[in-house]
Nanobody, 115 residues
Framework: VQLVESGGGLVQAGGSLRLSCAAS????????MGWYRQALGKQRELVAA????????NYADSVKGRFTISRDNAKNTLYLQMNSLKPEDTAVYYC?????????WGQGTQVTVSS
């Protein structure tokens, strides 16, 4: 499975961004997809994740009510709509997929929120 993120950038606090993650390869075997982020000097943390059927979604407490994860299985694409962004959301955001008991990661996309 190959994952390619897009949509990062610089935005002012209170603004919005939408990240996309295009998956290719054995996409039919993907069970879970999600977004992680890693701020400078901090550990990578889960932002949101969704199962293949979309029946289970998890969010980090810090983003609940502001971020929305969704997936379009027909397009093999995962999205993260980020609203009401805060400076503490600044990080490199990574797309993640779990397939056939293996973990796959994208290259990451930088999100910077200015105050």
């Amino acid at each position: 499975v190959q994952l390619v993120e897009s949509g990062g950038g610089l935005v002012q606090a209170g603004g919005s961004l939408r990240l996309s993650c295009a998956a290719s390869g054995i996409t039919f075997s993907i069970n879970v997809m999600g977004w992680y982020r890693q701020a400078l000097g901090k550990q990578r943390e889960l932002v949101a994740a969704v199962t293949s059927g979309g029946d289970r979604i998890n969010y980090a407490d810090s983003v609940k009510g502001r971020f929305t994860i969704s997936r379009d299985n027909a397009k093999n694409t995962l999205y993260l709509q980020m609203n009401s962004l805060k400076p503490e959301d600044t990080a490199v955001y990574y797309c993640y997929a779990q397939a056939r008991q293996s973990d796959y990661w994208g290259q990451g996309t930088q999100v910077t929120v200015s105050s």
